[in-house]
């Protein structure tokens, strides 16, 4: 339950950012969902939603609390 409590408290900002997978390969990453991100990808976060790009087209969308806890963020 702690993590949970944290996971809702750590939304991102709006804004750009690099986000990189948490998992080690691509495997990994398509059994969890993340295969359109794998292994990094621009993100961009408004209104609580994170959209994800590669080379400037939408490839995946999610909640920003679910991008916060999932992937390992920068700002772009």
């Not at 944290?6 to 993340?34: F, P, Q």
């Not at 080379?55 to 920003?64: D, H, I, K, M, P």
């Amino acid at each position: 339950m702690e993590n949970l409590a944290k996971m809702a408290r750590e939304v991102l900002a709006d804004g750009e950012y690099w986000a990189t997978c948490r998992e080690r390969n691509e495997i990994s990453a398509a059994l969890n969902g993340h295969s359109a991100v794998f292994p990094q990808a621009r993100m961009t976060v408004a209104k609580g939603r994170a959209v994800f790009y590669r080379n400037g087209e939408e490839v995946w969308t999610c909640n920003a609390r679910y991008a916060a806890a999932n992937f390992n963020m920068q700002k772009a």
